[in-house]
């Protein structure tokens, strides 16, 4: 087909009335290599960490305020977001209600008080989430649409009493704990239902025949009278209620009802509140105290309701949705079995895409437009549901995404599983995917702060240590995220007992063994993060997909976000949900983009451009169907001489209902012109995760060089790469807490020069280990990172490999003395004759130990020769000491000290081995009689304790010099 006839076909467009993306185009400051290196070394406060702050209950005072400040400030956090949430901890502390004079007081003293101490200041729109309380009048609430059913058997006349057949909904808002004793539950509010439809149903036609809508039918008795002509049909209605979900954890005095986030008019209404309150006292404009105001995810569940919903359905997708309604929220295995499932799906998809615009419209663009008349940024999670997706993500300012990390399943023991696979197997980061997906989006809104959620998971409260805060972050980082939020810091008064007020997520605490160490993470990752935050990630590969079927987005009641499902609860599979990944971690940097982006792309030599970004090629993953519009700049691009790449399926029909027989002409016309065009491939999708040779024959056909040259990629060596101006960086970690990773990197090293730079403290030195064929030879212990600078100009001395082996190994071997100091102050003193996990110790002290561990040993014969001590597996954060000077501080992977920048010129030297070690194993036993550790413990109480203390084993390490 040429184009002249494919641009005649696409007449037949439904032109959707779909909100079109605004691009802010902001241009990162340039800076030269000193100015960069500077930020790097002092990072500011926007790049440091953020807690995010629970104000329990509004139980705050101005000395707990300027308590937990300081001490975030000292830990080297950069900024909190006040998050009022919650009840009352303790019946005696005085409640602020939200938005009173003394709140509000509470809030201007806070963000003085931060600006005074370098500490900026965000805050969450509202008390609990999602946006309501109390301030939520009538017809200010969400709606929510449910769908119900009776099957009527036989031929004849049946009589049905409408209350009857609605008090079972079919479709019903996902099940939610219950916060504050409000429970989210259908049949627990006294809302009034609406009914919208009332269909007679035969489910066994071959083609779809819904029927008259039967709601006139009704009698003043509310029964209904039916003449059923089949054998097997089905009495389907939908109906609506308002209010009939909560805030959840909102604070005491401002409970009520959600927003209702299709209200365009109850959100502005909402937002001049909180602005019409706060205003006054921050001078005039809240600006003068806050960064940004926050917006938490999109967790609304079945609130796919509003009045005028019916209406602007049909204004924007041509066709009256009503009797498709009751089959589009029937269950997924119902639908999927149904002759005419592609009839229900594509009118699913329509539904789902006006929600889309809906809330876009009227709640994510409203949100961010009332941000910037009050001065300030607008920070959202523009995920959840419904789906909004990468579209979503380039509205705020301040895009946010989310990391969860799982520590293991339920069922492990030391007993069952090998503790070495508990350790590499069993740490789930989730999701990497959505957070590209941010980090995506806010880049080509032209966006350079992208933050996320982190720890949020209730798992591993007492359990998360620092070396796994590195390894999640380093997945974070990789991912595009520059700002992460730690989940969480919960206010609480000094003289609590342990652990004190106590939210969920993370133990972010000053009563956490580890936090006199914490700032050795919050220093690393934001030097990480200046970097990030001041440059453009490198982009080569762009990626449409993978595709998320209408009814996932829709009907997913077990998570919030169904691409990241396990593929036995969506049928998604985890090769291509990952698949970004193994091209990235083989060099090719990716970005994800969206449909609407696709379609404003241009052409370049050969390559896709959307405003600063250029890609060489374009993959489309496992996608069936795409607009019309989509199509039409595909073959645009086809023309151009862009290659295009199809994973798995090749698109070949429209997502939509209203003229989809004309739609798929033109779909199944460019799926033609991709048949027939050389710069187009198709490939089948890997069978397996992480199948680097795939990727390898993939880019082999494409003639497609890497950015980044690595001659082993490996499922856990992560990396990203970014340009400023005429510098480049590179970065490399290993994700592994057990394997050593050994690769040779090659990268454009013409005129430049390769340094390293620490983002531990700061420094920066030149990059030694360069092979003959100028290939850079790098070495990653296990959780170990670097970061590489290309910097101008040629240095003479750059090509010298060194040797980072010791010639001579000696084991420690005997016994140790051990003082042990538990966190509850408790002390002992005991002898171990062999380095084990103290977990599964026989001495009775060390089975529920949380604390410091101090192995005690006197060496002899310490010769001068010596070169490093290699403590082996440490289970917690090492301090070495050598008669009482200090050799420094291990918190994450192997614990090797280097001796040769001390002087050691003892031959007797006293060994002093300090341990750190998590909570967990303390707590556990604690939950027993302490309520408070058993509310956040007792789901996970089958879980094994935390291995603690050095396994060993400890060797010295010697040189020839």
Same mark, same amino acid.
């Given at each position: 087909?040429?184009?002249?006839?494919?641009?005649?076909?696409?007449?037949?467009?439904?032109?959707?009335?779909?909100?079109?993306?605004?691009?802010?185009?902001?241009?990162?400051?340039?800076?030269?290599?000193?100015?960069?290196?500077?930020?790097?070394?002092?990072?500011?406060?926007?790049?440091?960490?953020?807690?995010?702050?629970?104000?329990?209950?509004?139980?705050?005072?101005?000395?707990?305020?300027?308590?937990?400040?300081?001490?975030?400030?000292?830990?080297?956090?950069?900024?909190?977001?006040?998050?009022?949430?919650?009840?009352?901890?303790?019946?005696?502390?005085?409640?602020?209600?939200?938005?009173?004079?003394?709140?509000?007081?509470?809030?201007?003293?806070?963000?003085?008080?931060?600006?005074?101490?370098?500490?900026?200041?965000?805050?969450?729109?509202?008390?609990?989430?999602?946006?309501?309380?109390?301030?939520?009048?009538?017809?200010?609430?969400?709606?929510?649409?449910?769908?119900?059913?009776?099957?009527?058997?036989?031929?004849?006349?049946?009589?049905?009493?409408?209350?009857?057949?609605?008090?079972?909904?079919? @479709?019903?808002?996902?099940?939610?704990?219950?916060?504050?004793?409000?429970?989210?539950?259908?049949?627990?509010?006294?809302?009034?239902?609406?009914?919208?439809?009332?269909?007679?149903?035969?489910?066994?036609?071959?083609?779809?025949?819904?029927?008259?809508?039967?709601?006139?039918?009704?009698?003043?008795?509310?029964?209904?009278?039916?003449?059923?002509?089949?054998?097997?049909?089905?009495?389907?209605?939908?109906?609506?209620?308002?209010?009939?979900?909560?805030?959840?954890?909102?604070?005491?005095?401002?409970?009520?009802?959600?927003?209702?986030?299709?209200?365009?008019?109850?959100?502005?209404?909402?937002?001049?509140?909180?602005?019409?309150?706060?205003?006054?006292?921050?001078?005039?404009?809240?600006?003068?105290?806050?960064?940004?105001?926050?917006?938490?995810?999109?967790?609304?569940?079945?609130?796919?309701?509003?009045?005028?919903?019916?209406?602007?359905?049909?204004?924007?997708?041509?066709?009256?949705?009503?009797?498709?309604?009751?089959?589009?929220?029937?269950?997924?295995?119902?639908?999927?079995?149904?002759?005419?499932?592609?009839?229900?799906?594509?009118?699913?998809?329509?539904?789902?895409?006006?929600?889309?615009?809906?809330?876009?419209?009227?709640?994510?663009?409203?949100?961010?437009?009332?941000?910037?008349?009050?001065?300030?940024?607008?920070?959202?999670?523009?995920?959840?549901?419904?789906?909004?997706?990468?579209?979503?993500?380039?509205?705020?300012?301040?895009?946010?995404?989310?990391?969860?990390?799982?520590?293991?399943?339920?069922?492990?023991?030391?007993?069952?599983?090998?503790?070495?696979?508990?350790?590499?197997?069993?740490?789930?980061?989730?999701?990497?995917?959505?957070?590209?997906?941010?980090?995506?989006?806010?880049?080509?809104?032209?966006?350079?702060?992208?933050?996320?959620?982190?720890?949020?998971?209730?798992?591993?409260?007492?359990?998360?240590?620092?070396?796994?805060?590195?390894?999640?972050?380093?997945?974070?980082?990789?991912?595009?995220?520059?700002?992460?939020?730690?989940?969480?810091?919960?206010?609480?008064?000094?003289?609590?007992? @342990?652990?004190?007020?106590?939210?969920?997520?993370?133990?972010?605490?000053?009563?956490?063994?580890?936090?006199?160490?914490?700032?050795?993470?919050?220093?690393?990752?934001?030097?990480?993060?200046?970097?990030?935050?001041?440059?453009?990630?490198?982009?080569?590969?762009?990626?449409?997909?993978?595709?998320?079927?209408?009814?996932?987005?829709?009907?997913?009641?077990?998570?919030?976000?169904?691409?990241?499902?396990?593929?036995?609860?969506?049928?998604?599979?985890?090769?291509?949900?990952?698949?970004?990944?193994?091209?990235?971690?083989?060099?090719?940097?990716?970005?994800?983009?969206?449909?609407?982006?696709?379609?404003?792309?241009?052409?370049?030599?050969?390559?896709?451009?959307?405003?600063?970004?250029?890609?060489?090629?374009?993959?489309?993953?496992?996608?069936?169907?795409?607009?019309?519009?989509?199509?039409?700049?595909?073959?645009?691009?086809?023309?151009?001489?862009?290659?295009?790449?199809?994973?798995?399926?090749?698109?070949?029909?429209?997502?939509?209902?209203?003229?989809?027989?004309?739609?798929?002409?033109?779909?199944?016309?460019?799926?033609?012109?991709?048949?027939?065009?050389?710069?187009?491939?198709?490939?089948?999708?890997?069978?397996?995760?992480?199948?680097?040779?795939?990727?390898?024959?993939?880019?082999?056909?494409?003639?497609?060089?890497?950015?980044?040259?690595?001659?082993?990629?490996?499922?856990?060596?992560?990396?990203?790469?970014?340009?400023?101006?005429?510098?480049?960086? @590179?970065?490399?970690?290993?994700?592994?807490?057990?394997?050593?990773?050994?690769?040779?990197?090659?990268?454009?090293?013409?005129?430049?020069?390769?340094?390293?730079?620490?983002?531990?403290?700061?420094?920066?030195?030149?990059?030694?280990?360069?092979?003959?064929?100028?290939?850079?030879?790098?070495?990653?212990?296990?959780?170990?990172?670097?970061?590489?600078?290309?910097?101008?100009?040629?240095?003479?001395?750059?090509?010298?490999?060194?040797?980072?082996?010791?010639?001579?190994?000696?084991?420690?071997?005997?016994?140790?003395?051990?003082?042990?100091?538990?966190?509850?102050?408790?002390?002992?003193?005991?002898?171990?004759?062999?380095?084990?996990?103290?977990?599964?110790?026989?001495?009775?002290?060390?089975?529920?130990?949380?604390?410091?561990?101090?192995?005690?040993?006197?060496?002899?014969? @310490?010769?001068?020769?010596?070169?490093?001590?290699?403590?082996?597996?440490?289970?917690?954060?090492?301090?070495?000491?050598?008669?009482?000077?200090?050799?420094?501080?291990?918190?994450?992977?192997?614990?090797?000290?280097?001796?040769?920048?001390?002087?050691?010129?003892?031959?007797?030297?006293?060994?002093?081995?300090?341990?750190?070690?998590?909570?967990?194993?303390?707590?556990?036993?604690?939950?027993?009689?302490?309520?408070?550790?058993?509310?956040?413990?007792?789901?996970?109480?089958?879980?094994?304790?935390?291995?603690?203390?050095?396994?060993?084993?400890?060797?010295?390490?010697?040189?020839?010099?």
């Amino acid at each position: 087909m040429d184009r002249r006839q494919f641009i005649k076909i696409s007449g037949l467009i439904n032109l959707s009335m779909a909100f079109s993306l605004s691009v802010k185009g902001k241009i990162i400051d340039l800076l030269d290599f000193d100015e960069l290196y500077k930020l790097f070394q002092n990072p500011r406060s926007e790049a440091r960490p953020f807690v995010r702050w629970w104000w329990n209950g509004n139980c705050v005072t101005n000395e707990g305020i300027v308590r937990q400040l300081q001490l975030l400030k000292e830990a080297g956090i950069g900024g909190v977001e006040v998050n009022p949430f919650g009840s009352k901890m303790d019946d005696k502390c005085n409640s602020l209600l939200w938005l009173s004079d003394d709140w509000i007081k509470a809030l201007k003293f806070t963000s003085d008080k931060a600006k005074e101490l370098g500490v900026i200041t965000d805050m969450l729109g509202g008390t609990g989430w999602p946006f309501g309380g109390a301030v939520i009048e009538p017809g200010e609430a969400s709606k929510g649409i449910m769908t119900a059913k009776k099957v009527l058997h036989g031929q004849g006349i049946f009589n049905i009493k409408i209350s009857e057949l609605i008090n079972e909904p079919i @479709f019903v808002a996902s099940p939610e704990r219950a916060v504050n004793g409000i429970a989210n539950d259908w049949k627990k509010c006294n809302a009034k239902e609406n009914l919208v439809t009332l269909h007679l149903i035969n489910l066994q036609n071959t083609e779809y025949i819904s029927g008259e809508n039967l709601v006139n039918k009704i009698d003043e008795n509310g029964e209904i009278k039916i003449e059923v002509k089949d054998n097997e049909s089905v009495l389907y209605a939908t109906f609506w209620k308002e209010g009939f979900k909560h805030v959840l954890g909102a604070t005491p005095g401002d409970e009520g009802p959600r927003l209702n986030h299709l209200n365009e008019v109850a959100v502005n209404k909402y937002l001049n509140l909180i602005s019409d309150k706060l205003n006054p006292a921050f001078n005039g404009s809240i600006s003068n105290g806050l960064r940004a105001i926050f917006c938490d995810s999109l967790e609304l569940g079945a609130e796919y309701w509003t009045d005028d919903l019916l209406e602007e359905f049909f204004r924007r997708r041509g066709y009256k949705v009503e009797p498709y309604l009751a089959l589009i929220f029937e269950k997924k295995a119902v639908k999927k079995v149904l002759p005419y499932s592609e009839i229900i799906e594509r009118a699913t998809y329509d539904y789902v895409t006006t929600l889309i615009e809906l809330v876009t419209e009227r709640f994510l663009i409203p949100f961010t437009k009332w941000c910037h008349r009050q001065g300030v940024k607008s920070r959202i999670q523009a995920y959840g549901r419904p789906f909004v997706g990468l579209d979503g993500r380039m509205i705020p300012d301040i895009a946010e995404g989310e990391l969860w990390f799982w520590l293991g399943s339920d069922n492990e023991s030391k007993e069952n599983v090998c503790k070495d696979y508990v350790r590499e197997k069993h740490d789930w980061i989730w999701a990497p995917v959505a957070n590209k997906e941010t980090s995506s989006g806010a880049r080509l809104a032209g966006n350079n702060i992208i933050s996320a959620e982190c720890f949020t998971n209730l798992d591993p409260v007492f359990r998360i240590s620092l070396d796994r805060m590195k390894q999640a972050s380093d997945v974070l980082f990789v991912s595009g995220i520059n700002s992460p939020v730690m989940h969480g810091l919960s206010y609480s008064p000094p003289n609590e007992p @342990f652990p004190g007020w106590l939210t969920m997520g993370t133990f972010i605490s000053e009563r956490n063994t580890w936090w006199p160490y914490f700032k050795y993470w919050t220093n690393y990752i934001s030097r990480l993060n200046s970097i990030s935050q001041h440059c453009v990630p490198h982009s080569q590969i762009a990626f449409l997909g993978p595709e998320i079927k209408a009814s996932d987005k829709l009907l997913d009641d077990s998570f919030w976000f169904p691409w990241h499902q396990r593929e036995d609860n969506t049928g998604f599979p985890l090769q291509l949900l990952d698949l970004w990944k193994v091209f990235q971690q083989s060099g090719y940097p990716v970005d994800f983009l969206s449909e609407k982006v696709l379609q404003q792309t241009k052409n370049d030599n050969y390559s896709i451009v959307y405003q600063a970004h250029k890609f060489e090629v374009l993959f489309l993953v496992n996608i069936e169907s795409i607009e019309p519009a989509t199509a039409m700049k595909l073959v645009e691009l086809i023309g151009k001489g862009v290659k295009i790449v199809c994973i798995g399926s090749i698109p070949f029909k429209s997502p939509g209902l209203f003229n989809a027989a004309a739609n798929d002409v033109i779909i199944k016309s460019f799926n033609q012109t991709f048949q027939t065009s050389e710069n187009c491939h198709h490939f089948d999708a890997p069978v397996t995760e992480y199948d680097f040779d795939w990727v390898t024959k993939v880019c082999k056909k494409l003639v497609l060089n890497p950015l980044i040259k690595i001659n082993k990629p490996d499922e856990k060596l992560i990396l990203t790469s970014f340009n400023h101006n005429d510098f480049d960086f @590179f970065f490399f970690a290993n994700n592994s807490r057990l394997k050593v990773q050994q690769i040779e990197v090659g990268l454009k090293l013409k005129n430049k020069t390769p340094y390293v730079w620490n983002p531990e403290n700061g420094s920066k030195r030149l990059f030694e280990t360069i092979s003959s064929n100028n290939e850079l030879i790098i070495s990653l212990n296990p959780l170990e990172s670097i970061l590489i600078a290309l910097e101008n100009g040629i240095t003479s001395n750059k090509s010298v490999i060194k040797n980072k082996f010791p010639e001579k190994s000696i084991e420690l071997s005997g016994s140790w003395q051990l003082s042990l100091q538990r966190v509850d102050g408790y002390q002992a003193n005991i002898e171990i004759h062999d380095l084990i996990d103290l977990s599964i110790s026989d001495h009775p002290e060390l089975k529920d130990f949380a604390g410091i561990i101090i192995y005690k040993k006197t060496i002899n014969d @310490f010769s001068e020769n010596l070169t490093a001590i290699d403590l082996g597996m440490v289970n917690g954060v090492s301090e070495l000491y050598i008669n009482k000077k200090n050799m420094g501080v291990k918190w994450y992977g192997k614990h090797i000290y280097d001796l040769e920048i001390h002087e050691l010129t003892s031959n007797t030297v006293d060994l002093e081995i300090h341990v750190t070690t998590v909570l967990y194993n303390y707590c556990k036993k604690l939950s027993e009689t302490n309520p408070v550790v058993k509310s956040k413990i007792n789901f996970y109480s089958g879980r094994p304790l935390e291995p603690i203390g050095i396994e060993g084993p400890v060797n010295l390490l010697y040189s020839n010099r």
